[in-house]
Nanobody, 127 residues
Framework: QVQLVESGGGLVQAGGSLRLSCAAS????????MGWFRQAPGKEREFVAA????????YYADSVKGRFTISRDNAKSTVYLQMSSLKPEDTAVYSC????????????????????WGKGTLVTVSA
């Protein structure tokens, strides 16, 4: 069982930056590929970014490529999402997700490929 707890959400002006963190329980953190998803009000949840267990491979949604950076610190069992050049359309609840040893990082991009979810943290970007 893996528990995921997100933090770092808040209110930021358009063009600003924010860093989200997701702390994971358990001793096998490096065995899990990690991802970030988001869900805006009235919309379906969508994939944002993913990172392999070693941190060597990353994968991004086109909508955030070049603006967001996912990283992880396996010693701290934590994954991060650095968000820059934020836009009002980035407003959403951001959730952390974990998948045990996926065959490819792209598997994490599908909600069906997730083993564990965090409860999420709200990011609000004002115009």
């Amino acid at each position: 069982q893996v528990q995921l707890v997100e933090s770092g959400g808040g209110l930021v002006q358009a063009g600003g930056s924010l860093r989200l963190s997701c702390a994971a329980s358990g001793r096998t953190f490096s065995s899990y590929a990690m991802g970030w998803f988001r869900q805006a009000p009235g919309k379906e949840r969508e994939f944002v970014a993913a990172i392999s267990g070693s941190g060597g491979v990353t994968y991004y949604a086109d909508s955030v490529k070049g603006r967001f950076t996912i990283s992880r610190d396996n010693a701290k069992s934590t994954v991060y999402l650095q968000m820059s050049s934020l836009k009002p359309e980035d407003t959403a609840v951001y959730s952390c997700a974990a998948r045990y040893r996926p065959s490819t990082i792209a598997v994490v991009a599908g909600s069906n490929g997730i083993d564990y979810w965090g409860k999420g943290t709200l990011v609000t970007v004002s115009a």
